[in-house]
């Protein structure tokens, strides 16, 4: 299903509720901007020997420039990393080194496959420990929030994606 | 309006599985509404979720450990 689709249009999620269970045996429930995502390295049909896929939720995150993986997804997926292109990045930990990549990515919509088309990532340079696997999954600007009108309503714990029309980028000038 | 629309099958299932406890600390792979692989580490976890999944993709999620810290800023 592509944007052709008018249900496609406006989509709207509601905040992913996590449990977590504190040192004392307290459950904390956390509620985050997460968007089931799905990525592969080519635009196919996922194929677990040619095109492996990964479906997992992604973190929406208005504040990273680009879409992170850590280094084990993109090995799942094969993506092709390339010690030639590399980036410098700047985390709340400081600077470190990413590889630039590029990953087909599709998000999931009341049951179906929303395509986002190829989006730019960043690899993590070496593996990340297995519990900051998925806080490291993270969807950035480029290549995505260019494609919609993101509208977070924190009060509500919900957002909306809105797919970007011509007027809107008109009304902008 | 409603939100909460499902986004998927499998993600209904994550969301209404009511004991994570068991869960805690680990991979777990979903398809429809079963666990179809779990473990420690997400590579192990995922080879044996592909095996099972007939070409489909399963959602893999974790689960927190106890003790692990809600908060995260990248």
Known sequence: MGFRDRKSEKMHFRYKAERFRNDEGKEITVKKPRVEVCIRKDSGHPDPEKNPEYRAYFTVDSGADLTFLPLQIAEIIGLELNENKKSSVMTISGKSFAYEAEVYMEIMYRAKRVRIGFVPVLVTEGDASQEYIERLLVVGRVGFFDKFIVIFNEAEQNFELRKFQLQDKVKRF | ?74
Do not use: C
């Open chain 2, 1 to 74: 309006m409603i939100y909460g629309e499902m986004q998927s099958v499998e993600a209904e299932f994550l969301a209404k599985i009511e004991n994570i406890e068991p869960y805690r600390g680990k991979w777990i792979a979903i398809l429809d509404s079963n666990i179809i692989a779990i473990g420690d580490d997400i590579k192990e976890v995922y080879k044996e979720a592909i095996t099972k999944s007939k070409g489909r993709t399963p959602l893999f999620n974790r689960i927190p450990a106890k003790g692990e810290t809600e908060h995260f800023i990248l």
